[in-house]
C-alpha cells in the first residue's frame, strides 16, 4: 500500500506531464494510426477515405517518380550529411581555441544557421545566377568554367548540397560543445607522457568525441531525409523534378493533387527508412562510440 | 585548451577567410536591396552599389501587405515562446522531481517523437485543424506548442531540473509551500538561462517556420512573413504572379525578414551557446 504522500506526488506528476503527454495522444499517436490507415485509402480530404487495400503500396512500387525520389534523397543525405558534418568538425576545430575575439568568429560562422529557410533561398538564388550572381565569378577567378547550378537537373543537386554548406554552423556549434567536454586532464596526463600533438588529437579527442559524431549522424540523417524548405524555397522540385525529393514529392502529392492516401503510404515508406537508418546508426554505435564511464 | 602563439597567430588568416564566406551572402543581400536597376543587373556584379537607394523599403510596404505578415508573425511568434516556454517546463519539473507510474517510459516516448518523420504526422493533423475550420487562421501554428513545446526543450530543461538540490524543496515544504508554489517561485527562478534559451529557441524556430505557415496558410491576411516572402518569390507556385517586384524589393523585404532573428542571435549567442554545452555534455 502506497502512502498518501507517493499517490499525491504521483497524481501532481501525470498533471505536470499532462501537456505534452496529451499532445503526443493528439499530435503524434492518434495522426500515426490515422496516417496508417490512409496509406491504405484512396483520400482526397472533400470525401471521405475509401479503402483500397495494398493498392497505394502497390502503386509506389512501379511509380518510377518515387524511385526516381528516393534515389536522389538517399544520394542527397549520402553526401550532405558526412559533408557538413566535415565541415562542421573543420569549422569547430578552428574556433576551439583561446583566441582574442573568438566568440565573435563562433557568433559569425552560426550566423547562417539563424537565417530564415525562405530568405536564404532567396538569397542563393541570387549568388547562383549564372550571369548576375557571384558564384560563377567565384568559379572563373580561379580559373573555372562556369556552373549551371540551379538552372540545369544535373547541376541542382551539387547546388543544394553547397548551399547547405553555408549552414554547417549547426553541426559545428555541437563538434564544439564536445570538444569542450573533453576533461582538460586528459590532455595535461598525455602531455606529461610525451604525447605529440597529434597523438592527442587521435588517441583522445577523437575517441571522446564520438558520442558527438553519433549524435550528429542521427540527427543528420533523419533531417536529411526530410530536406524540404530549402527545396521549396529554392527549385521546388525542379528543373525537370532533378530536386523533387521525397518530402517534397509527398507534400506536392497531397496538397497540390490532393492524392492523400498515396501521400500517406510515401510517408510510412520515408518513416520505414529513417527507422531502419537510425535502427543501423545504434546497431554499429556499439562498436566504435565511446562512452566515458561505461555504457549510456 | 589554450593554444601556443604560433599556431594561434596562424589561426587568424583562416578565421577571416571563414568570417568573409559566411558573412559575404548576408552582406550582399543589404547591399543589393539598396541597389537601383543599373547596379543590380551589371555584369560582372559589383558587391556595394554605387549609388545607395532605400527606395525599396519604402516600397514594399504598399506591394504587399508587410505589415499584416509582420503582425502575423509578432502573434504567433509571442504566443509559441509562452506556450512553449511554460508547457516544456512543466512537463520537464514533472520528468525531473516527481516520481509516478511509467515516468521513464513516458519520458522515453517523448523522446522518440523526435525522431518521428513530420511527413508522417502532417496529413493527418492538417485533416484535424480543417475539421476544426483551423485553416487560414494562427490556431494550428499556435496551440500545439502549448502541448509539451518540443520534446528537446523537454529534455533540456528537464536536466537543469534535476540539478537543482532537493533540500530546496524540502526546505520550502516545511515552510508551508505547495508544489505549485516550489516549481514557480523557486525551480523556475533558478532556471532563468535555461528557460531563456528554450525561449530563444522557439522564438528563431516560429519566426523562421516556413512548412507550418505553407500547409495551413492560404489567404493572404493569414501568412506570415516567412509565407508572404514565399509567395513573393517569382514564379513560385502558391503566390500570385508578380512581375512587378524587383529585386532590390526582393532582398530588402529578406532583409527584414533576417534582421530580428540575427538581433536576437546576438544578444542571445552566449547562451545559447551554453545551453547546448548544457544539453550535449549529458549524453557523454
Not at chain 1, 105 to 133: C, D, E, H
Not at chain 1, 278 to 293: D, L, P, Q
Not at chain 2, 72 to 98: K, M
Request: glycine share 8%; charged share 10%; with cysteine.
Amino acid at each position: 500500500m502506497k502512502s498518501r504522500k507517493a499517490v499525491r506526488e504521483a497524481i501532481a506528476g501525470y498533471l505536470f506531464t499532462s501537456p505534452v503527454t496529451l499532445g503526443i495522444l493528439l499530435f503524434t499517436a492518434w495522426p500515426v494510426a490515422q496516417s496508417l490507415y490512409y496509406s491504405f485509402t484512396k483520400f482526397n480530404i472533400i470525401k471521405k477515405p475509401q479503402w483500397v487495400g495494398g493498392d497505394n503500396y502497390a502503386k509506389l512500387t512501379g511509380d518510377a517518380e518515387f524511385w526516381h525520389s528516393l534515389k536522389i534523397t538517399a544520394i542527397f543525405t549520402g553526401v550532405s550529411v558526412p559533408a557538413s558534418l566535415l565541415v562542421g568538425f573543420l569549422m569547430a576545430l578552428l574556433l576551439n581555441r583561446s583566441l582574442r575575439g573568438i566568440g565573435l568568429f563562433r557568433t559569425i560562422f552560426y550566423l547562417p544557421v539563424v537565417v530564415p529557410v525562405v530568405a536564404s533561398g532567396m538569397l542563393w538564388k541570387q549568388l547562383y545566377s549564372p550571369t548576375y550572381g557571384f558564384a560563377n565569378r567565384l568559379l572563373e577567378a580561379v580559373g573555372l568554367p562556369p556552373y549551371t547550378w540551379f538552372s540545369q537537373p544535373e547541376s541542382v543537386l551539387p547546388s543544394i548540397i553547397i548551399m547547405g554548406l553555408w549552414q554547417a554552423g549547426g553541426s559545428m556549434i555541437i563538434w564544439l560543445a564536445g570538444f569542450q567536454g573533453i576533461p582538460v586532464h586528459l590532455y595535461e596526463a598525455a602531455i606529461v607522457d610525451g604525447a605529440s600533438r597529434m597523438r592527442r588529437f587521435w588517441s583522445i579527442t577523437i575517441p571522446m568525441i564520438t558520442p558527438v559524431i553519433f549524435f550528429n549522424l542521427i540527427m543528420g540523417f533523419i533531417g536529411s531525409f526530410q530536406v524540404f524548405g530549402q527545396v521549396m524555397a529554392t527549385t521546388a522540385g525542379g528543373p525537370l523534378n532533378a530536386s523533387n525529393f521525397l518530402m517534397v514529392m509527398i507534400y506536392k502529392e497531397a496538397f497540390r493533387t490532393l492524392n492523400m492516401g498515396y501521400a500517406s503510404a510515401l510517408a510510412w515508406v520515408l518513416f520505414v527508412i529513417v527507422l531502419l537508418l537510425t535502427a543501423f546508426i545504434f546497431r554499429t554505435s556499439r562498436s566504435w562510440v565511446h562512452y566515458e564511464g561505461g555504457a549510456k | 585548451m589554450h593554444d601556443s602563439g604560433k599556431s594561434a597567430w596562424l589561426a587568424y588568416p583562416l578565421l577571416l577567410v571563414g568570417a568573409v564566406v559566411f558573412l559575404f551572402p548576408l552582406v550582399w543581400m543589404v547591399a543589393r536591396s539598396f541597389m537601383g536597376l543599373d547596379d543590380l543587373y551589371k555584369v560582372p556584379p559589383i558587391v556595394f552599389p554605387t549609388k545607395w537607394e532605400a527606395s525599396a523599403y519604402d516600397d514594399i510596404w504598399t506591394i504587399r501587405p508587410f505589415l499584416s505578415y509582420i503582425r502575423n508573425t509578432v502573434i504567433v511568434v509571442a504566443c509559441s515562446v509562452v506556450g512553449a516556454t511554460v508547457s516544456s517546463a512543466l512537463c520537464a519539473y514533472g520528468f525531473a522531481r516527481l516520481k509516478f507510474p511509467l515516468r521513464g517510459l513516458i519520458f522515453g516516448v517523448v523522446l522518440a517523437t523526435m525522431m518521428l518523420p513530420s511527413a508522417v504526422t502532417m496529413i493527418p493533423v492538417y485533416v484535424l485543424f480543417s475539421k476544426l475550420h483551423w485553416t487560414n487562421t494562427l490556431m494550428p501554428l499556435i496551440v500545439p506548442t502549448f502541448f509539451g513545446g518540443g520534446a528537446f526543450n523537454i529534455f533540456l530543461l528537464r536536466q537543469f531540473f534535476a540539478g537543482l538540490p532537493n533540500d530546496l524543496d524540502e526546505a520550502a515544504k516545511i515552510d508551508g509551500a505547495n508544489l505549485w508554489d516550489i516549481f514557480w517561485r523557486i525551480a523556475m527562478p533558478l532556471c532563468k538561462p535555461a528557460l531563456t534559451v528554450v525561449a530563444i529557441g522557439s522564438f528563431m524556430n516560429t519566426w523562421n517556420d516556413f512548412m507550418g505557415p505553407l500547409l495551413y496558410l492560404s489567404k493572404e491576411k493569414s501568412f506570415t512573413l516567412a509565407l508572404g516572402l514565399y509567395a513573393l518569390s517569382p514564379g513560385e507556385a502558391g503566390g500570385a504572379t508578380i512581375n512587378s517586384i524587383t529585386t532590390a524589393q526582393l532582398m530588402a523585404a529578406c532583409s527584414l525578414a533576417v534582421i530580428p532573428v540575427v538581433l536576437v542571435f546576438f544578444f542571445a549567442q552566449k547562451k545559447l551557446i551554453s545551453g547546448t554545452a548544457v544539453s550535449t555534455g549529458i549524453k557523454g
